[in-house]
Structures are given as C-alpha cells and as structure tokens.
C-alpha cells in the first residue's frame, strides 16, 4: 500500500458557476456524443521532466478513452506549433483546430524531491479554464494524474471515474492446473502476486476498505476460505470445514462474510462473521447454491441455484425469505454482482456467453457485451459505472472492462495464460 | 517328532507372515534423499510433502507390521519422491537449500499472507517469467491414482450416474474392497464451460453421488473422503466435446 497518503491535493483553481453548466451532459444516454478532448503532453515548469511529463498526458490520455465519456484527439501535428505556449494561458485557437471541444492542459515542475502537478480543462470557445487542479507528488505522478481524471469525470457527469482502484484476479500460468491470486492497479501497474503457494487459490473478494482479501485457496489440501490482510501480509484461515468453503463475498459494512459451505452436505449459502463463525443459514434447498452478492443496503443477498433444474439468478432476504428468481429467460445463467449503486446486477449467460445486466426485481434486462468470444466472471467498477470480466476473445483469458453506458471496452490485462475471477476492490487513496 | 512339529510350526509362520518390505523402502529411502539433494523441500513443496506423508505411513504401516500395505506405501513414496525432484530440477529459479519464492513476509498461520507494495511486475516481466521457469504439473491433492480404480464419467451440468458409470463404480468398488486396508478419495471434477464457483459444487455432487453408490455396492463410508476441484484440473486441453466428455469425471486416489 505504498501510494497512500502520499497525494496532497492542494487546491482548485475557480471554476465559474456559469461554465459548470455548460459542460454538463446527459450520462443516461448511451448514445450522447462523447466529449472530444486533446490532451497535449504537460507543459515544464522549473526542474520538470519531459519524459515524465509526455507520460503524465499519456496516462490520462488512457483514462479518458476508458471513461467512455471522452474521446482524445491526436494532437502530434498541433504540438510542434505550440511552442510558448502556457498553463495560465493556452493558445485556445491553435488546440481548437485539432477538432476538439475540450483541453486538458497540466504543467510538471520539480518540487523538493517530488513533483508539483497542475492541471486544467479548458473550454477553447469560451476560452477559459473550467475545472482546475493542483497536486503535491511525492513519487509517482500516476496517482496524481487518476485523481485528477476521477475529479474530471465527477465534474462531468456527476459520479467519480474509477480510476485509482486496484483489481484483484485468479492468474494461471500457461501450462500449469494451478492458480496464484494477483493483485494490480487500475492501469495495470503494481502487478504483483499475493499469494505464492502454488496450488489453487480462487475466487477472491474485497473486503469494503480494501484491506482484506477473501479467497478460497486449497493450500490445506482442502476448498477452505482464507482472509488475507494484503496491507499487513496476515493470513487467517476462516472456515475449514468439511466440504467445500467458497465464495466469499463481504457485505458493504464490512462486517460479514457470505460464502457457500457444504458441511451440512449440500452447497448452501451462510452468513459468517469475520472469524468464521455462522451467522445464519441463507439457503436451505437440495439444489446447488453458489456465489452470494449483497445488495448495497446488506438486506438482500443475490445468488446462483439450480433449483428448478439448472443455474439461474435468485434474490433472497439475508435470513433466507422471499427468494425470487430474477433471469426469466435463458438455460444457464450464473455470476451475479450486484452494482453499487443497486441498479442492476451483472451475469453470466452462458447460452451468448455475454454479460446481461437484470434489475434486481427482474423488471429489465439487458445485454451489456457485444464482442466475439466469451465475456464471464462480471465485477463492478466501485463508482458503478464499469464492469470488469474475463474473456477469451484472442485465445486465453484476459481481462477486460465497459463502460455499462456507452458499451466503450478496453483490455485490462494481456498476461500469457488466464487471468479469471477479477474482484474490483475499492479506491486506494481519495 | 517334537522338532519336525516345531518346523513344521515355523513353516506356517513364514508362509502366513510376508517379510517386512526392506528392499522396497530402502529404495524409497534412497530416492527422497535424492529429492531433498535437488532442493524438493524449498522447490516442489507440494510433491515433496506428500512424498514424506506416504513415507511416514510406510514407516507406521511397517511397525504394525502390515507388511503387504507397507510395501505399496513405499513403492508410492518413492514414485511420489520422484515426482518431487523432477518439479524441483524443473524449478531453475530454486537453489537447492534456500527458501523458495513460496513464502510472504509477515504471514501467520499459513505462510502465505503477501503484503502489497512488494515488489511487482510488467506484464513483460511476467511473460519472461514464464518462458524461463515452465512449471511442471505434479500430484495436488496428497494420494496416487492408481490403474485398478477407474476415473467415471458424466453428462453435461450432470451429477447422475449413467448405466456405463455405475459399471465403472462396480469395478472400482470390487477393487477396493479387495484391499481392506486402503481408503479412497474421490475427487470430483468439471468440463471448462458455465461458471468456476458453480462447477466446484457440481464436481461436490458428482464425487458425492459416487460415493452414495459405493456405499450401496457395500463399501465402507468411512473409507472414502471426497473433494470437488471444479473445472480447475482437466485432464484434457481441448476446446471441444472430447475435451469436455474426458473432463466430466470423478477420480479415485488412494491414500
């Protein structure tokens, strides 16, 4: 965790109330345009690095396109041209020929042993600066550059961008029947494994502060659910009962844990406390019931059960009344995560092989992918806006993430082998 | 007369008795030192401690003088054993005698708690990775299959067992109860299609609903354990029917 704390947001350039309206737009229109930005590489203040700076722009370059909100122009053959031009006052006139409707320009100076990060969304009709940023860096200016494109993202459509969060996913190596948990940021850096043991370790799960990381792992010859503190590196085993232990998922408040145990000879769904003790059986059916999600209230819990003969959505209360299924249609439908905001819970289809979004009453459905190959395992995004799956569109499994607004898809991982499971954990610093 | 008695005696004694497995665990011996000599210990953690569980057992079974028992133990120590120092070999980031990669800083309990922030890795990192180390496969769970015990198969999103399975599960149950002192874990599997979590419980149902039919046939439950590993350990690679067909099974290892 060694980007906390290390972001010092300094302050908000003005931002006229007049001009807050003009840039808002309609974000429950899939089909509203997207908003055309250039982002030039960042502007050299004292002691500023070009490299870095180039970098900083290419980084955000990557958010905005992921935002499905914007859309960023080339701007290369507009570069060469600006020369003197400056934060306080962009040549407007030359970065409104690129096309675009919008500016991002920022300016990277060094300051003491880090950086100082300015940066600014411009209107280049109006000619004035909308929204504006100042970030003290101690290290990465990465974090900086998200934090600003999250801010961009809430100034624009009212919700924060998702940027700044980190993922956590089953990786296999080719070749091998065995799966270590990874752990990345948003934009694919800090990759690195969290647990080395070589066996299976599967189906991992964040707890609400992104802290705690529940998984089932056979590394006790045995399906056992484990709770791993990524922050400290403490591992505890939390049921190890008879049977399987599986499919833990935290509820919002962070205080527990439902997972399906088998112990009682069938799978079933059980609430646990944070040591593993049952805090009430969900489930009580001779069908097979798997991967519990909670509503973002914690009153309800949504599940997979063959029941009525093969796998579809249920939604039940947490103590187990009022089940209801919600996939109407459809033979095989599993995987359900339940957005944040409660709008909609993400699924498997398993007879398209895409992810459809259903309304926890079952009202409304939706198909949210629409690429070749198989889009599974859906985790949404912790504003609520995106959803990340794996596919196996060019052979083996990747990850990749949409927009659940425009449909705008970028890849999010392209290791060899298969990365499955991904679990999108909360924001690592604010 | 007293003495022909006494030899005669002596004779059923030998007969009746089979000699303890010397040879067999000599050779047992010899190849877990060739093990632990190839870094198995740090290297191929898995592999070498089922090899050291199976060799524990030899010794046990050996002292209570279930000499026949002991015999198989050891022949599967030493395959296990083998086994671990072809992963350790294989494993060229390992030295013999240090601590493998396998342990995260901090961790309690199981060793296996890894703080992030450590260091990570480029997506190119990783591909190098792997180009320089190909892990091989070894056994996961502890047990070996052995050619007597059939694996069994099944249909799609199907835990029944079909005419041709139940035949298999006769087969196996003979097998097992002609060997008294053998226990069995079934373990049950899945094809690639539909999703992990709910294939680790259709792999619970199939190892369970085998295991129901062996108890019928008049196998001992308290002889068989089961365990599901969903779709995470196919026997085959392909992407298609055949593939699938050979991955819908329950296996037996014996422990």
Same mark, same amino acid.
């Given at each position: 965790m060694k980007r906390w704390l290390i972001l010092i947001l300094l302050g908000s350039f003005a931002a006229t109330a007049e001009a807050q309206e003009k840039v808002?737009?309609?974000?429950? *229109?899939?089909t509203a345009r997207k908003v055309s930005v250039a982002v030039p590489p960042l502007l050299t203040g004292t002691g500023g690095d070009p490299k870095e700076a180039a970098r900083s722009a290419e980084l955000l370059r990557k958010d905005l396109d992921f935002s499905g909100v914007f859309r960023t122009v080339d701007t290369a053959a507009w570069e060469r041209q600006a $020369? @003197?031009?400056?934060?306080?006052?962009?040549?407007y006139k030359l970065w409104k020929m690129t096309g675009a409707d919008s500016l991002v320009r920022g300016r990277l100076s060094r300051q003491g042993k880090g950086w100082l990060l300015e940066l600014g969304y411009f209107d280049p009709i109006q000619e004035k600066m909308i929204l504006g940023k100042q970030y003290q860096v101690a290290g990465d200016v990465a974090p900086a550059v998200h934090a600003f494109a999250n801010e961009l993202m809430e100034f624009i459509t009212g919700r924060k961008g998702p940027f700044n969060s980190r993922i956590a996913f089953e990786y296999r190596k080719p070749e091998t029947n065995r799966k270590d948990l990874w752990v990345m940021d948003l934009? %694919? !850096?800090?990759? $690195?494994? #969290?647990?080395? *043991? *070589?066996m299976l370790n599967l189906a991992p799960s964040w707890s609400p502060d992104g802290k705690l990381l529940a998984y089932t792992s056979y590394k006790r010859r045995n399906p056992d659910l484990f709770l791993m503190d990524? #922050? *400290?590196g403490s591992d505890e085993a939390i049921s190890t009962r008879n049977g399987s232990n599986t499919g833990a998922a935290f509820s919002h408040d962070g205080q527990y844990v439902a997972a399906t145990l088998s112990f009682e000879g069938n799978s079933e769904i059980y609430l646990l406390n944070r040591k593993g003790?049952?805090? $009430?059986? +969900?489930t009580r059916n001779g069908a097979i019931d798997v991967q519990p999600t909670f509503s973002p209230d914690g009153t309800k819990i949504a599940f997979t059960s063959d029941r009525l003969g093969n796998p579809q959505i249920f939604v039940a209360n #947490?103590? @187990?009344?009022?089940v209801r299924r919600?996939?109407?249609? @459809?033979?095989y439908n599993s995987s359900p995560a339940w957005s944040p905001t409660g709008e909609w819970i993400a699924y498997f289809n398993r007879d398209d092989n895409h992810i459809w979004l259903v309304r926890p009453d079952g009202s409304e459905r939706k198909r949210l992918t629409a690429s070749a190959g198989s889009h599974e395992d859906p985790s949404w995004s912790p504003d609520g806006r995106y959803v990340v799956f794996s596919s196996n569109r060019r052979g083996n499994f990747d990850l990749w993430a949409i /927009? !659940?607004?425009?449909g705008t898809e970028t890849q999010v991982t392209s290791l060899p082998g298969d990365e499955r499971n991904p679990a999108w954990g909360r924001y690592f610093n604010r | 007369m007293k003495t022909a008695a006494a030899l005669f005696l002596l004779g059923v004694l030998l007969a009746g008795c089979p000699k303890s497995p010397v040879d067999q665990i000599q050779a047992a011996e010899a190849a877990m030192q060739a093990a632990r000599d190839a870094g198995a210990p740090d290297c191929a953690t898995p592999e070498y401690q089922s090899a050291e569980e199976m060799m524990a057992r030899t010794y046990r079974l050996n002292n209570d003088k279930e000499y026949d028992d002991a015999k198989r133990s050891a022949e599967t120590a030493q395959q296990l054993a083998e086994v671990a120092r072809v992963e350790a070999a294989r494993n060229t980031r390992c030295v013999p005698g240090t601590k493998g990669a396998g342990k995260g800083s901090g961790?309690? @309990? &199981? %060793? /296996?708690g890894v703080r992030l922030g450590g260091r990570s890795f480029t997506e190119a990192e990783v591909a190098a990775e792997i180009d320089r180390t190909r892990t091989g496969e070894g056994a996961l769970g502890e047990g070996s299959i052995v050619e007597g015990l059939r694996p069994v198969g099944f249909g799609f999103d199907d835990a029944n067992l079909s005419p041709e399975a139940l035949e298999i599960v006769k087969a196996n149950a003979e097998w097992i109860q002609a060997r008294p002192s053998v226990r069995v874990q079934i373990e049950g599997h899945t094809d690639e299609r539909g999703t992990g979590e709910y294939n680790l419980a259709l792999g619970e149902r199939r190892a369970g609903a085998v295991r129901e039919a062996l108890i019928r046939l008049? #196998?001992?439950?308290?002889?068989m354990t089961t365990i599901s590993y969903g779709e995470e350990?196919? +026997? !085959?690679?392909?992407? &298609?029917e055949s593939g699938w067909s050979e991955n819908r099974r329950a296996e037996f290892v014996v422990k």
């Open positions: 808002i737009i309609d974000i429950s *229109n899939a $020369q @003197g031009d400056s934060f306080e006052a962009p040549q934009d %694919g !850096s800090d990759l $690195q494994p #969290v647990t080395r *043991n *070589n990524v #922050v *400290n003790d049952v805090v $009430q059986r +969900v #947490v103590d @187990g009344t009022d919600v996939t109407l249609e @459809g033979r /927009d !659940s607004i425009t | 961790g309690a @309990g &199981d %060793g /296996d008049g #196998v001992e439950a308290d002889r350990m196919p +026997v !085959s690679q392909a992407h &298609d």
